[in-house]
């Protein structure tokens, strides 16, 4: 079955390093761009509620510290790496086309 994708902004609303949010259907989300890939994490930190669009990058930009706690969660995987916070993050599927970028359902995270 055809995986269903939203258009929710272009490449150039979410410059290199930083983070953005958006309000989708499927909740607020946080759209990070690194390195020339895009990720999308729901934006909700599952530790207390903090908004990770306000947070920032670690230092290996590889994973987002929460502005609440500073629980650290994987970019990939959504799992917690650091910080008070036990349960992982929802990753959602993300591609871009035509300089636009597009976000589908939750991402399949093999355990
Ligand atoms: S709210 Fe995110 S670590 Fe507490």
Do not use: K
Not at 28 to 53: K, N
Request: glycine share 8%.
């Amino acid at each position: 079955m055809e995986q269903r994708y939203q258009r929710v902004a272009s490449l150039a609303e979410v410059p290199e390093g930083e983070l953005r949010a958006f309000d989708l259907a499927l909740g607020r989300v946080a759209v990070v761009h690194v390195e020339q890939e895009i990720f999308a994490l729901a934006d909700e930190c599952p530790h207390d509620l903090g908004s990770l669009s306000e947070g920032e990058l670690d230092a290996n930009e590889d994973a987002v510290v929460c502005p609440g706690d500073g629980s650290a969660f994987d970019l990939h995987t959504g799992e917690p790496l650091d910080g008070p916070a036990v349960d992982p993050v929802t990753v959602f599927a993300v591609r871009v086309h035509d300089e636009w970028i597009e976000i589908g359902p939750p991402a399949d995270v093999p355990v």
